[in-house]
């Protein structure tokens, strides 16, 4: 096949050939990688005919001419819509949501497209013309944002939070992983110590069959929750709960009662333990007679929570039995969530998919309740979520939205400094023209689903909004490409869901960034971040007042080493222990880099006014981590977020990247209770210092 064929229809597909490496050096995809991609797109190009059926079903994908099922624009602006030869001439009508519509006729020439009036209100209004219906998704011109959560718009808010892994927090009863009641708890506590919100780590659905996988950034569903995360005594009330938790068996309360104290979670042993007594909780309900709660919110969430239940189901029955729970392998007919087969299998099987539909009204009654608890306790913002960059391609979602999902590759990243061989994760990808195609149904969906429960949402990767390395399934990561996507499209989309849900919106967009992206964001209000260890340039680390106001400031992230842990040189230990060191590094160069790092460190931290006296030695981290709290606050951002880690002075952090089972990723405990965890006096303390100069009263 022509080369040049293959780079048009890639052109077309917005698949680059070109792209820029970590090192700023220019890079190509293999013409036979990019026709491996399209191929999996769903545009061959092994011959002629294949590429020009390609293009013409791109075309198609694009509108064929016609107009779009939804269309984007901004609030205020006139509506520029694609050329439509067909309708010229044609009366037009704008139903807006208020019931209100405006009439006109399009001029008599449309071949370069059609200009509408501008609509001033944003929401999801009507277009009806000439037989055709169209979706206008009108945005704010900007996100909802930390000012407009005090109600103050015209105001710089300096607000700041507390960031937690929600499996790490600890309480008694709790069995051994954190849940739903004790995010309660810590919110309240937190709202009590002048925090405004609590950002917590991704509580997506899983898969219930399989209680291995537990990494919150590989989920099933990005629909739907967690049930790991349910606390069972908020089913039918404490005494019901341990009845049915003697009812196991002689020794599971004694195992239930060890794991709760483990200094690590053991997902498997306690993820069983508790899907068992729920299921028991579950069945004491229905032979009660039911509740009516549970039968509304069944009928509330209809389709999608029907298609995530019976998928649940189909791989429990699937793995019970022996056979692959990857549903690519099922056979035929249990592959199409529409089908007969599907259908007739939940028939036969409707108590467990029921099982399951209650699984996630406990889980929503769960996190909705959490963040009732953050609001009522006087948290303007309370929860944020955090939207992971994708869900698995073995799982709920990609299942039920296969026309919707990309089949056959993964979302990566290309080869960097830290991966030389760059990474696949396994976790499926919208696919662009799909979206457009189906008018943005499934995505609307999505952030429907992360906003529910919440004052604010992280979006993890998002640099994904305007284009993924995409790895065909099998292949090294080297064999990806960057796929486009409708950028502004998905930013206005995720203001117009930011303000109908009143949630702010963080946008992660750490690593290698593309000129003026940034400006995109904060122009979108679309909040970055930015991390104390990595605000520094040619050894300098910045002053407070350098930092900008358009992203938060935090001390760092869960893929990072606490401020303790870098102080102490823990990260490097764990390098050196598992042989991560970039390549051409020693332990004893890594030392010596950090040597030099802690003194510049510290001499920002004092040079702000943040630490006094000399500087402590590598073992002695707190008055680094006092400091560290102060510095933060001191930024301009809008909102400071201390992870709890640094907040307690942990020396461990949550996730090392690079590792699976050698390091306990996703695993760590903290070492008091919610209900104590920020009273010790040196946490207080901290929290006291972020209250010093940044606060909700504060900023009144």
């Known amino acids: ?59 198609q994908l694009n509108g064929g001419g016609g107009l779009p099922p939804l269309f984007t624009s901004v609030a205020g602006r006139p509506l520029h819509l694609p050329p439509a030869p ?31 009036p501008a609509i001033d209100h944003y929401g999801y209004h009507t277009l009806r013309v000439g037989g055709h219906v169209t979706t206008l998704a009108i945005a704010p011109p900007k996100c909802f944002g930390v000012a407009d959560a005090l109600r103050r718009p015209d105001e710089q808010p300096r607000l700041w939070g507390l960031g937690v892994q929600l499996y790490s927090l600890r309480r008694p009863g709790d069995g051994g992983i954190g849940d739903f009641s004790a995010l309660s708890a810590l919110a309240r506590s937190a709202a009590a110590h002048g925090a405004s919100a609590l950002a917590i780590s991704p509580v997506h659905a899983m898969f219930s069959a399989d209680v291995n996988r537990f990494s919150p950034y590989g989920p099933s569903s990005r629909l739907f929750l967690n049930a790991q995360h349910i606390d069972p005594a908020a089913v039918l009330g404490r005494d019901a709960m341990l009845a049915e938790l003697a009812a196991l068996g002689p020794d599971v309360p004694a195992r239930y009662a060890a794991m709760e104290e483990a200094e690590l979670i053991d997902w498997p042993g306690s993820a069983q333990i508790r899907l068992a007594l729920l299921r028991r909780l579950h069945d004491r309900m229905l032979a009660a007679g039911g509740n009516r709660d549970f039968d509304d919110f069944r009928q509330h969430g209809g389709e999608a929570l029907q298609d995530h239940a019976r998928f649940e189901a189909l791989h429990g029955w699937q793995l019970a039995n022996g056979e692959s729970g990857y549903w690519k392998e099922w056979p035929e007919g249990l592959r199409d969530p529409r089908g007969a087969a599907v259908a007739d299998f939940a028939r036969h099987h409707e108590a467990e998919v029921r099982f399951h539909e209650f699984l996630q009204w406990q889980a929503a009654r769960g996190l909705g309740g959490a963040q009732k608890a953050a609001r009522d306790a006087g948290m303007p913002i309370g929860l944020i979520t955090d939207l992971a960059v994708g869900a698995d391609n073995g799982g709920s979602q990609a299942w039920s939205r296969q026309a919707e999902i990309i089949n056959g590759l993964s979302v990566g990243a290309p080869p960097d400094v830290l991966n030389t061989r760059g990474q696949s994760w396994g976790l499926g990808a919208f696919s662009p023209h799909a979206m457009k195609a189906k008018g943005f149904g499934a995505y609307i969906e999505m952030l429907r689903a992360i906003f529910a429960y919440a004052g604010g949402a992280r979006i993890d990767h998002v640099l994904g909004l305007n284009r993924l390395w995409l790895v065909p399934d ?100 764990w390098r050196t222990r598992l042989d991560l060191h970039m390549p051409g590094q020693t332990e004893s160069d890594a030392l010596h880099d950090r040597t030099r790092e802690r003194s510049s460190l510290w001499q920002a931290l004092a040079g702000a006014g943040c630490a006094q006296g000399e500087m402590p030695p590598s073992d002695e981290a707190g008055r680094v981590v006092d400091a560290a709290a102060g510095f933060i606050a001191a930024t301009p951002a809008p909102l400071a977020m201390l992870p709890v880690e640094d907040a307690l002075g942990l020396p461990e952090q949550p996730n090392l990247p690079g590792t699976i089972d050698t390091h306990p990723n996703w695993r760590r405990r903290l070492p008091q209770p919610v209900d104590s965890v920020l009273d010790q006096a040196e946490v207080r303390a901290r929290l006291e210092s972020m209250n010093k100069t940044r606060s909700a009263k504060g900023n009144r």
């Open 1 to 59: 096949m022509n080369d040049e064929h293959i780079l048009n229809l890639a052109r077309a597909a917005g698949l680059a050939h070109e792209w820029t490496n970590a090192f700023g050096q220019p890079m190509r995809v293999a013409p036979d990688a990019l026709r491996r991609i399209l191929e999996r797109l769903g545009f061959p190009c092994a011959s002629e005919d294949d590429c020009r059926a390609s293009h013409a079903r791109l075309a």
């Open 86 to 116: 067909h309708l010229a001439g044609q009366a037009w009508r704008i139903e807006l949501e208020s019931g209100r519509h405006l009439d006109g006729r399009l001029p008599a020439d449309t071949s370069h497209g059609v200009e509408l």
């Open 474 to 573: 099998g292949e090294s990561p080297e064999h990806g490409a960057y796929l486009q996507y409708p950028v502004h499209d998905l930013m206005r989309l995720i203001a117009l869901e930011s303000w109908r849900n009143r949630a702010i919106v963080i946008g992660e967009d750490l690593g290698t960034v593309p000129e003026g992206y940034d400006q995109l964001l904060a122009q979108a209000g679309l909040l970055g971040i930015r991390v104390l260890l990595f605000q520094q340039h040619h050894g300098r680390f910045f002053r407070p007042d350098e930092w900008p106001a358009h992203a938060i400031a935090t001390t760092t992230t869960h893929d990072l080493p606490t401020i303790a842990g870098w102080w102490q040189g823990r990260d490097i230990a």
